[in-house]
């Protein structure tokens, strides 16, 4: 917390299953005094276990539990956007994309309108996918401001069997926000930007013009600055 305040940075705050069941509002307001420089932020929801487009009901009704909370927390701490998985893994859904497409509808229909309410984009991660299509097919289908993508560089680079100049020319109208970490593609291994072997130049050469959040996913404070500058040099 000291070398977040004392550097003033914006955050993107996670909260898993454990912190949702623990935390109070207390600790909340306790944050928004501590962070006193008043940084813009971000939140990312709970994805482990969770499904937003599971076939089975009770799993969606523990999904749309976890994510309310989300949105409980982000009534007190007024984030721009809350970041969440689709859940979409083509071998769990027998690459039927409409099964996952319809359940996944039903998740978004009940927690779309407490975005709009907040004035809160949700934005939808990119993890498993190896193409832009079932991203597309989603985004097209709620079809509102409030719901777009947080393209993931570091899984696109670990997943995608597609050329990244296809992901923006599918996604690029819908994203939000950017996660940016990197890896030499055989682990989720949240380096920083210009560590491993993802073509950040060509990436933002192509999303030259979009206005979104940039999150460097780096897991590690040195990894955190070696990226900040590193991204000062790319989008001079």
Not at 27 to 48: C, T
Not at 92 to 115: H, N
Not at 144 to 155: A, E, L, N, R, V
Request: proline letters at 3%; hydrophobic letters at 40%.
């Amino acid at each position: 917390m000291d070398l977040i305040k004392e550097n003033k940075i914006n955050i993107e705050l996670y909260f898993d299953a454990q912190s949702l069941d623990s935390i109070k509002k207390e600790d909340i307001k306790k944050l928004r005094k501590a962070l006193f420089y008043e940084p813009s932020l971000s939140l990312h929801g709970p994805f482990m276990d969770l499904s937003p487009g599971a076939v089975d009901n009770k799993i969606k009704e523990v999904t749309l539990v976890r994510f309310n909370q989300v949105f409980d927390i982000a009534e007190e701490l007024c984030p721009a956007s809350i970041v969440f998985h689709s859940g979409y893994e083509k071998w769990k859904y027998a690459f039927r994309v409409d099964i996952w497409l319809e359940e996944s509808l039903k998740t978004w229909e009940k927690i779309l309108p407490r975005a709009e309410q907040l004035d809160i984009k949700i934005a939808i991660e990119n993890i498993f996918e190896e193409a832009p299509e079932s991203l597309t097919l989603l985004m097209k289908s709620v079809d509102s401001p409030y719901f777009g993508i947080c393209f993931d560089t570091g899984h696109f680079n670990l997943f995608s069997k597609k050329d990244i100049k296809e992901w923006i020319s599918c996604l690029g109208n819908y994203i939000f926000e950017l996660h940016l970490h990197d890896n030499h593609k055989h682990f989720d291994e949240h380096l920083s930007i210009g560590s491993g072997c993802f073509d950040f130049k060509k990436f933002f050469d192509l999303i030259s013009g979009i206005d979104c959040i940039y999150t460097i996913e780096a897991h590690s404070a040195e990894d955190v600055f070696k990226s900040i500058k590193m991204l000062d040099e790319l989008i001079k």
